[in-house]
């Protein structure tokens, strides 16, 4: 599996994205890093909190790789394992 060019969903930069092993993505951005996001998040990426971007940023400061997905309470930000 090549990388393929995409735009963020967070913050619409020219961005890579790989089909990850699980259900969804992996994006690399240039400006949020790299991130998974289920192929659902993806969907309804309007309802992607402004704070998304942030988060990503604060969890990988942290040393975790964030995970955006689909919740019964909406979109959230996870810290996947690192
Ligand atoms: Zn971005």
Same mark, same amino acid.
């Given at each position: 599996?090549?990388?393929?060019?995409?735009? +963020? &969903?967070? !913050?619409?930069?020219?961005?890579?994205?790989? @089909? #990850?092993? $699980?259900?969804?993505?992996?994006?690399? +951005? &240039?400006? !949020?890093?790299?991130?998974?996001?289920?192929? @659902? #998040?993806? $969907?309804?990426?309007?309802?992607?909190?402004?704070?998304?971007?942030?988060?990503?940023?604060?969890?990988?400061?942290?040393?975790?790789?964030?995970?955006?997905?689909?919740?019964?309470?909406?979109?959230?930000?996870?810290?996947?394992?690192?």
């Amino acid at each position: 599996m090549s990388p393929e060019p995409a735009n +963020c &969903p967070l !913050c619409s930069a020219a961005a890579e994205r790989m @089909r #990850a092993a $699980t259900r969804g993505f992996r994006y690399t +951005c &240039p400006s !949020c890093g790299t991130f998974h996001i289920s192929s @659902r #998040a993806l $969907t309804c990426r309007n309802d992607i909190p402004a704070s998304a971007r942030e988060d990503v940023r604060r969890l990988r400061s942290y040393g975790h790789a964030p995970q955006i997905e689909v919740s019964p309470d909406g979109v959230r930000i996870v810290p996947g394992r690192s």
